[in-house]
């Protein structure tokens, strides 16, 4: 049983992978299963937020949606994930939970690209927009708080931690939450370690949706 410790309260979650169109069937994606993004979104609503769910493309139903407490956008690319989130991102707390991809294809094709009998085909890539990093870029002070309260999730391959602490700096951001692997992607189980100004804390292995519970009461305390 969750505490209504966010009644009144406006929760944005962008949740999922992206994905970058080379032409009109084939793409470029990532292993985001959306469910971290999923389980956050179903916490919120437990503890009273009215949450908006942007989601890349991923099988999962929107939770808990008969509370007419969550609505959904479903979008494709990073950039459509872009316009999505700046669009509605006069909120109190923003999860930055996706999988975005960093880089698109620069010119997608039109037409399905023929197979050619030796040669393959070069893609030219492009940055995509930094969302987290323009949303908190809108980060206004309210009564001496960071308003939208932005966390950013970090899944890395090595050194976890050192990483963290610099995507906290460099989005400067007041917490970032990173996925202690390596099973992270598509599974139910996950392990956090949470970096804000107070230090670090791990929050051990258990079922996404009891981690989202324990992550919504430590940053309800924050807002
Ligand atoms: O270091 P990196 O930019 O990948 O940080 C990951 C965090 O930033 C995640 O919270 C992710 O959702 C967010 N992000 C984003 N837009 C991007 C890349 C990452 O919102 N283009």
Not at 38 to 56: M, Y
Not at 197 to 220: D, F, N
Request: aromatic share 4%.
């Amino acid at each position: 049983f969750q505490k209504k410790t966010l009644t009144g309260k406006k929760v944005l979650i962008t949740a999922g992978p992206t994905f970058e169109a080379i032409d009109p069937v084939r793409g470029i994606t990532n292993h985001s299963s959306g469910k971290m993004g999923f389980a956050i979104a179903r916490a919120a609503v437990e503890a009273g937020a009215q949450v908006h769910l942007i989601a890349g493309p991923c099988d999962l139903t929107t939770p808990l949606e008969a509370t007419g407490k969550i609505t959904r956008s479903n979008v494709r690319s990073a950039k459509e994930m872009h316009a999505a989130t700046l669009n509605g991102s006069d909120c109190d707390i923003f999860f930055a939970v996706a999988a975005v991809a960093d880089w698109g294809i620069a010119k997608p094709a039109q037409e399905k690209i023929k197979r050619q009998d030796k040669s393959a085909p070069s893609i030219e890539f492009i940055a995509n927009p930094d969302i987290l990093l323009d949303v908190a870029k809108t980060v206004k002070m309210k009564a001496g708080k960071p308003h939208p309260y932005c966390v950013g999730f970090a899944a890395e391959s090595s050194d976890l931690e050192k990483h963290v602490q610099e995507k906290r700096k460099r989005k400067g951001i007041p917490m970032v939450v990173g996925n202690i692997g390596p099973e992270t992607f598509g599974s139910d189980l996950n392990q956090l370690l949470v970096i804000d100004e107070t230090g670090s804390k791990k929050i051990a292995k258990a079922q996404k949706l009891q981690l989202a519970r324990q992550l919504i009461a430590l940053v309800a305390k924050k807002i």
